[in-house]
């Protein structure tokens, strides 16, 4: 069972939520699809690590066969092909499509490798942890979310998938195979703006999702009437707490460093794991 964790933006409490429910249900996967900023390993501290390079496919030129035809340049709409004397390839800003070397006549394109990344496998108590990690300018993370995503722990009963923030098409890649996805959101008009726009992207999706309320304080919660009026189920609320503020800033567990941390994401998690066999009796 995979569960998507979200946010419209970064610092919303995905990262929490998500590492929390991973560390309270034991054998579990936890899987780092914020491949431009991954930080649960900072949590989670993981031993054993071992490191697999990513590659994907870019244009090498024969410079041979080129004639200087510039179809490539002219179908290239990320302008990585340019034609000045010879024909020029910039990988920095490639997306791997593969159609410049269909589109060739003379066949003088061919494939090399690039490496883009790595994918991190380590363990943590019981916590499988994967960490998918994007070099620095690269133009897409999505390569590296498929094969972290591939390459899950198979083993658990449930695996947690922390999300990239925004809506994006990585964060698309890393829900498109989730079975239940839920939302983090802060209890703001700003919140709310963000709290739809990963909303409507799940919607897309048709994915069954819950909202977990986080930084909650006492008085009005646009993010909670916005579920109301939606009729979105709100599986959690977090208070807004200092205590819990100052572990998450020293990278430690919430759920492993006090009791009372535990039960408040133990209790999360059964909420949540009960809202996921409840969908899957109702659309197996």
Do not use: W
């Not at 919303?12 to 249900?25: D, Q």
């Amino acid at each position: 069972m995979r569960i998507a964790v979200l946010s419209g933006k970064g610092g919303t409490g995905k990262t929490l939520v998500a590492v929390n429910l991973a560390a309270v249900a034991e054998e579990a996967g936890y899987i780092d699809c914020d491949v431009e900023e991954p930080n649960g390993y900072l949590f989670f501290k993981p031993e054993h690590v071992r490191t697999e390079k990513v590659c994907i496919k870019i244009p090498l030129v024969d410079e041979k066969l080129c004639n200087g035809c510039r179809k490539c340049v002219d179908f290239c709409k990320f302008n990585a092909l340019a034609y000045i004397k010879k024909l020029m390839v910039f990988d920095e800003v490639c997306h791997s499509c593969g159609g410049c070397m269909l589109l060739c006549p003379t066949k003088a394109l061919k494939e090399k490798d690039k490496i883009i990344g790595e994918v991190q496998r380590g363990i943590s108590d019981k916590v499988a942890v994967i960490t998918g990690i994007l070099n620095t300018g690269e133009a897409s993370g999505v390569p590296i979310i498929k094969k972290l995503l591939k390459s899950g722990d198979e083993d658990a009963k449930l695996t947690f998938i922390d999300c990239p923030p925004g809506s994006a098409c990585i964060v698309m890649e890393s829900i498109k195979d989730a079975d239940y996805c839920i939302l983090v959101a802060e209890p703001t008009l700003f919140g709310v703006h963000n709290l739809n726009m990963v909303y409507e992207l799940v919607k897309l999706f048709k994915k069954p999702l819950g909202v977990v309320l986080n930084k909650c304080l006492e008085g009005e919660n646009p993010a909670e009437e916005f579920c109301r009026e939606k009729g979105i189920k709100i599986l959690g609320r977090i208070s807004f707490d200092k205590g819990l503020g100052m572990v998450n800033a020293n990278a430690l567990i919430a759920a492993r460093e006090d009791i009372k941390y535990r039960e408040l994401f133990s209790f999360l998690l059964a909420t949540v794991t009960e809202e996921v066999r409840d969908e899957t009796v109702i659309n197996p």
